[in-house]
């Protein structure tokens, strides 16, 4: 009863910008926790951010603090990854997650839904 669907992915210039959104179809407000993972071909799934139920909370993987920002928009049931200063090596196909949790989680596992995702490419 729960559907996620990434956008907003593309091929970008290092140093340039580029905003994520994952639209959260759900019977009833449910999915409390909400994050952003990725995965690079031939590697593993790997975190990049997570947001509590108000915003008020936030996580980031070493690899992106500071230049990553999630937020959310809960009146729109909407999730949002704002990808500044973009490297090649943030290559990926970018997943969002939910789950009903209000515990903050970088576990993928944890993660009860995910969107089929978005490719993001960033040349050098």
């Known amino acids: 009863q729960v559907q996620l669907v990434e956008s907003g992915g593309g091929l970008v210039q290092a140093g340039n910008s580029l905003t994520l959104s994952c639209a959260v179809s759900?019977?009833?407000?449910?999915?409390?926790?909400r994050g952003w993972f990725r995965q690079a071909p031939g590697k593993a799934r790997e975190f990049v951010s997570a947001i509590s139920l108000s915003g008020g909370s936030t996580y980031y993987a070493d690899s992106v603090k500071g230049r990553f920002t999630i937020s959310r928009d809960n009146a729109k049931n909407t999730l949002y990854l704002q990808m500044n200063n973009l490297k090649p090596e943030d290559t990926a196909v970018y997943y969002c997650?939910?789950?009903?949790?209000?515990?903050?989680?970088?576990?993928?596992?944890?993660?009860?839904?995910w969107g089929q995702g978005t490719q993001v490419t960033v040349s050098s």
């Open positions: 759900e019977r009833t407000f449910t999915t409390y926790t």
């Open positions: 997650a939910a789950r009903g949790g209000r515990r903050i989680s970088a576990v993928a596992r944890d993660y009860g839904y």
